[in-house]
């Protein structure tokens, strides 16, 4: 017997010390054919197109609606307070689900993260909110 195929889906999320973090998690494509392996059907909200020009980078920010965020075009570098990164490409993705702690009133020296276009091409993705 053959294992379910998966989908890594890496979550920028928000830790019980409220910093984000990154994890990965395994979504199973236990539907549709063996030639056409399918995940179950995710809800959405909403799907959101930006283009962010070279030179461009945030400052620290939480998400305020979980969102898939797929890069189209460019690079993308996600920055943690931790001092640490991420850098996506071309048919990346991650699920940006980092958002403020109930209770919590923002401040950039704790929550959230930074984001920037990398190269010398603009950045161009697509979020889907969740």
Same mark, same amino acid.
């Given at each position: 017997?053959?294992?379910? $195929?998966?989908?890594?889906?890496?979550?920028?999320?928000?830790?019980?010390? %409220?910093? @984000?973090?990154?994890?990965?998690? @395994?979504? *199973?494509?236990?539907? =549709?054919? &063996?030639?056409?392996?399918?995940?179950?059907?995710?809800?959405? =909200?909403?799907?959101?197109?930006?283009?962010? $020009?070279?030179?461009?980078?945030?400052?620290?920010?939480?998400?305020?609606? *979980?969102?898939?965020?797929?890069?189209?075009?460019? +690079?993308?570098?996600? =920055?943690?307070?931790?001092?640490?990164?991420?850098?996506?490409? &071309?048919?990346?993705?991650?699920?940006? @689900?980092? #958002?403020? &702690?109930?209770?919590?009133?923002?401040? $950039? @020296?704790?929550?959230?993260?930074?984001?920037?276009?990398?190269?010398?091409? $603009?950045?161009?993705?697509?979020? #889907? +909110? %969740?």
């Amino acid at each position: 017997m053959t294992a379910t $195929p998966t989908f890594t889906r890496v979550v920028l999320f928000t830790g019980t010390d %409220g910093r @984000a973090r990154f994890r990965e998690e @395994a979504v *199973p494509l236990s539907e =549709g054919t &063996p030639q056409s392996r399918l995940s179950a059907l995710m809800a959405s =909200g909403g799907l959101q197109l930006r283009e962010s $020009p070279v030179g461009f980078r945030s400052q620290f920010h939480v998400t305020t609606t *979980p969102q898939w965020v797929f890069i189209l075009s460019g +690079r993308m570098e996600i =920055g943690l307070q931790d001092g640490s990164s991420r850098v996506f490409g &071309p048919g990346e993705h991650f699920y940006s @689900a980092d #958002v403020l &702690p109930e209770g919590a009133s923002f401040d $950039p @020296a704790v929550h959230g993260h930074w984001s920037r276009q990398v190269g010398d091409a $603009p950045l161009r993705t697509a979020f #889907v +909110r %969740g």
